[in-house]
Protein backbone atom coordinates (compact mmCIF):
# COMPACT_ATOMS: atom_id res chain seq x y z
CA UNK A 1 0.00 0.00 0.00
CA UNK A 2 1.11 3.68 -0.51
CA UNK A 3 2.00 6.31 1.84
CA UNK A 4 -0.37 8.88 2.47
CA UNK A 5 1.77 11.32 4.73
CA UNK A 6 -1.13 13.91 6.28
CA UNK A 7 1.06 17.05 5.51
CA UNK A 8 -0.65 20.54 4.79
CA UNK A 9 -4.04 21.68 6.78
CA UNK A 10 -5.74 24.40 5.24
CA UNK A 11 -6.69 27.28 8.02
CA UNK A 12 -8.96 29.10 6.48
CA UNK A 13 -8.87 33.40 7.49
CA UNK A 14 -10.22 36.68 7.27
CA UNK A 15 -7.25 38.68 7.31
CA UNK A 16 -4.15 36.91 6.41
CA UNK A 17 -1.74 39.71 8.04
CA UNK A 18 -3.87 39.74 11.61
CA UNK A 19 -3.45 35.59 11.38
CA UNK A 20 -0.16 35.51 10.22
CA UNK A 21 1.16 37.63 13.44
CA UNK A 22 -0.64 35.42 15.99
CA UNK A 23 1.12 32.19 14.06
CA UNK A 24 4.37 33.92 14.61
CA UNK A 25 3.29 35.13 18.31
CA UNK A 26 2.60 31.39 19.15
CA UNK A 27 6.26 30.56 17.36
CA UNK A 28 5.77 28.65 14.36
CA UNK A 29 8.13 28.67 11.94
CA UNK A 30 7.51 30.34 8.53
CA UNK A 31 8.37 28.14 5.57
CA UNK A 32 6.65 29.91 2.96
CA UNK A 33 5.52 33.79 2.65
CA UNK A 34 4.70 33.62 -0.73
CA UNK A 35 2.68 37.21 -2.70
CA UNK A 36 0.44 35.76 -5.70
CA UNK A 37 0.21 37.62 -9.16
CA UNK A 38 -3.31 38.89 -7.94
CA UNK A 39 -1.60 40.51 -4.67
CA UNK A 40 -2.80 37.89 -2.73
CA UNK A 41 -0.94 36.16 -0.13
CA UNK A 42 -0.01 32.57 0.97
CA UNK A 43 2.03 31.39 4.26
CA UNK A 44 3.11 28.14 5.58
CA UNK A 45 3.74 27.28 9.38
CA UNK A 46 5.01 24.17 11.09
CA UNK A 47 4.14 23.67 14.83
CA UNK A 48 7.87 23.08 16.74
CA UNK A 49 8.21 19.33 16.73
CA UNK A 50 5.59 18.90 14.40
CA UNK A 51 5.71 17.05 10.24
CA UNK A 52 2.31 18.47 9.70
CA UNK A 53 2.38 22.01 8.56
CA UNK A 54 -1.58 24.64 8.06
CA UNK A 55 -1.37 27.28 5.33
CA UNK A 56 -3.20 30.48 5.63
CA UNK A 57 -3.58 33.03 2.85
CA UNK A 58 -6.11 34.64 0.08
CA UNK A 59 -8.52 32.67 -1.90
CA UNK A 60 -7.19 29.43 -0.53
CA UNK A 61 -10.38 27.95 0.44
CA UNK A 62 -14.30 28.42 0.29
CA UNK A 63 -14.66 27.52 3.77
CA UNK A 64 -15.67 30.37 5.92
CA UNK A 65 -13.26 31.90 8.30
CA UNK A 66 -12.90 30.09 11.60
CA UNK A 67 -14.80 26.87 10.36
CA UNK A 68 -11.60 25.13 11.32
CA UNK A 69 -12.24 22.87 14.50
CA UNK A 70 -10.66 20.53 16.72
CA UNK A 71 -7.42 20.92 15.09
CA UNK A 72 -4.85 18.52 17.79
CA UNK A 73 -1.44 19.52 18.53
CA UNK A 74 0.20 16.92 20.84
CA UNK A 75 1.78 17.83 23.87
CA UNK A 76 4.03 15.60 26.60
CA UNK A 77 3.01 17.97 29.35
CA UNK A 78 -0.33 19.76 29.04
CA UNK A 79 0.56 22.47 32.28
CA UNK A 80 3.76 23.35 30.97
CA UNK A 81 2.28 23.73 27.29
CA UNK A 82 -0.53 26.02 28.75
CA UNK A 83 1.63 28.20 30.42
CA UNK A 84 3.70 28.74 27.34
CA UNK A 85 0.59 29.60 25.14
CA UNK A 86 -0.63 32.17 28.16
CA UNK A 87 2.98 33.35 28.23
CA UNK A 88 2.39 34.45 24.42
CA UNK A 89 -0.91 36.28 25.04
CA UNK A 90 -2.98 33.28 24.29
CA UNK A 91 -6.56 33.08 25.55
CA UNK A 92 -6.12 29.20 26.03
CA UNK A 93 -8.38 27.20 28.21
CA UNK A 94 -7.97 25.57 31.80
CA UNK A 95 -6.73 22.50 31.72
CA UNK A 96 -9.56 19.88 31.10
CA UNK A 97 -10.34 15.98 31.68
CA UNK A 98 -13.58 14.25 30.43
CA UNK A 99 -15.40 13.89 33.49
CA UNK A 100 -17.02 10.18 32.69
CA UNK A 101 -13.55 9.00 32.87
CA UNK A 102 -13.20 8.89 28.95
CA UNK A 103 -10.86 10.90 26.06
CA UNK A 104 -14.24 13.31 25.35
CA UNK A 105 -12.58 16.59 24.54
CA UNK A 106 -15.39 17.84 21.81
CA UNK A 107 -18.34 18.57 24.68
CA UNK A 108 -17.89 21.23 26.84
CA UNK A 109 -20.36 20.27 29.20
CA UNK A 110 -18.54 16.84 29.61
CA UNK A 111 -15.67 19.01 31.28
CA UNK A 112 -14.14 18.80 34.24
CA UNK A 113 -10.91 21.29 35.65
CA UNK A 114 -7.80 19.63 35.74
CA UNK A 115 -5.65 16.93 33.76
CA UNK A 116 -6.58 13.21 34.28
CA UNK A 117 -6.64 12.84 37.91
CA UNK A 118 -4.51 9.07 36.78
CA UNK A 119 -2.51 11.11 34.03
CA UNK A 120 -3.44 9.02 31.34
CA UNK A 121 -1.79 9.60 27.85
CA UNK A 122 -4.62 10.99 25.91
CA UNK A 123 -7.00 12.46 28.45
CA UNK A 124 -5.62 16.16 29.47
CA UNK A 125 -6.48 19.05 27.07
CA UNK A 126 -6.27 22.03 26.74
CA UNK A 127 -8.49 24.61 24.32
CA UNK A 128 -7.59 27.82 22.56
CA UNK A 129 -8.75 30.05 19.58
CA UNK A 130 -6.89 31.34 16.95
CA UNK A 131 -8.15 35.16 16.24
CA UNK A 132 -11.27 34.15 13.68
CA UNK A 133 -12.39 31.26 15.91
CA UNK A 134 -10.61 28.23 14.20
CA UNK A 135 -10.56 25.82 16.95
CA UNK A 136 -7.34 23.92 18.69
CA UNK A 137 -7.06 21.53 20.96
CA UNK A 138 -3.98 20.46 22.86
CA UNK A 139 -3.66 17.00 23.77
CA UNK A 140 -1.19 15.46 26.31
CA UNK A 141 0.18 12.00 24.83
CA UNK A 142 3.04 10.23 27.01
CA UNK A 143 2.60 7.11 25.49
CA UNK A 144 0.96 5.92 22.59
CA UNK A 145 -2.21 3.45 21.76
CA UNK A 146 -0.64 -0.04 20.10
CA UNK A 147 -0.43 0.23 16.28
CA UNK A 148 -0.49 3.66 16.06
CA UNK A 149 3.52 3.99 15.14
CA UNK A 150 5.88 1.27 13.51
CA UNK A 151 7.30 -1.01 16.02
CA UNK A 152 10.24 -1.00 14.08
CA UNK A 153 10.51 2.46 13.47
CA UNK A 154 11.60 4.80 16.67
CA UNK A 155 11.44 8.18 16.17
CA UNK A 156 11.11 11.85 18.09
CA UNK A 157 10.07 14.42 17.03
CA UNK A 158 12.50 17.27 18.29
CA UNK A 159 15.16 17.29 20.93
CA UNK A 160 12.18 18.65 23.74
CA UNK A 161 10.28 15.04 22.39
CA UNK A 162 13.44 13.32 22.94
CA UNK A 163 14.17 14.91 25.81
CA UNK A 164 10.75 13.91 27.83
CA UNK A 165 10.88 10.85 26.65
CA UNK A 166 14.05 10.31 28.74
CA UNK A 167 12.53 11.84 31.95
CA UNK A 168 9.96 9.13 31.63
CA UNK A 169 12.49 6.71 31.11
CA UNK A 170 14.57 7.70 34.09
CA UNK A 171 11.39 7.92 36.06
CA UNK A 172 10.44 4.31 35.15
CA UNK A 173 14.01 3.19 35.49
CA UNK A 174 13.95 4.07 38.93
CA UNK A 175 11.24 2.49 39.65
CA UNK A 176 12.43 -1.21 38.53
CA UNK A 177 15.67 -0.76 40.78
CA UNK A 178 13.73 -0.08 43.56
CA UNK A 179 12.30 -3.17 42.62
CA UNK A 180 15.38 -5.04 42.04
CA UNK A 181 16.81 -3.59 45.01
CA UNK A 182 20.44 -3.38 42.67
CA UNK A 183 21.68 -0.61 40.11
CA UNK A 184 21.21 -1.98 36.48
CA UNK A 185 24.81 -1.92 34.80
CA UNK A 186 22.45 -2.07 31.33
CA UNK A 187 20.42 0.81 32.10
CA UNK A 188 21.21 2.45 28.87
CA UNK A 189 19.86 -0.65 27.12
CA UNK A 190 16.70 -0.84 29.35
CA UNK A 191 16.38 3.31 28.81
CA UNK A 192 16.02 2.31 24.35
CA UNK A 193 13.75 -0.85 24.88
CA UNK A 194 11.26 1.11 27.14
CA UNK A 195 11.47 4.43 24.89
CA UNK A 196 10.91 2.04 22.24
CA UNK A 197 7.99 0.60 23.44
CA UNK A 198 6.27 3.69 24.87
CA UNK A 199 6.47 5.16 21.62
CA UNK A 200 5.31 2.38 19.72
CA UNK A 201 2.39 1.84 22.30
CA UNK A 202 3.74 -1.36 23.88
Same mark, same amino acid.
Given at each position: ??????????????????????????????????????????????????? !??? %???????????????? %??????????????????????? !??????????????????????????????????????? +?? +??????????????????????????? %???????????? +?????????????????? !????????? +??
Amino acid at each position: MSDYKLEVVVVPVSDVDRAAAFYRRLGWRVDADITTDAGGRILQFTPPGSP !ASI %LIGTGLTPSAPGTAQF %LHLIVTDIEAARAELVSKGVQAS !AVFHDAAGGYNRFDPAARAEGPDPQRRSYASFVTFDDPD +GN +GWVLQEITSRFPGRIDPGVTSFSSVAD %LAEALRRAAAAH +GEHEKLTGAADPAWADWY !AAHMAAAQA +GG
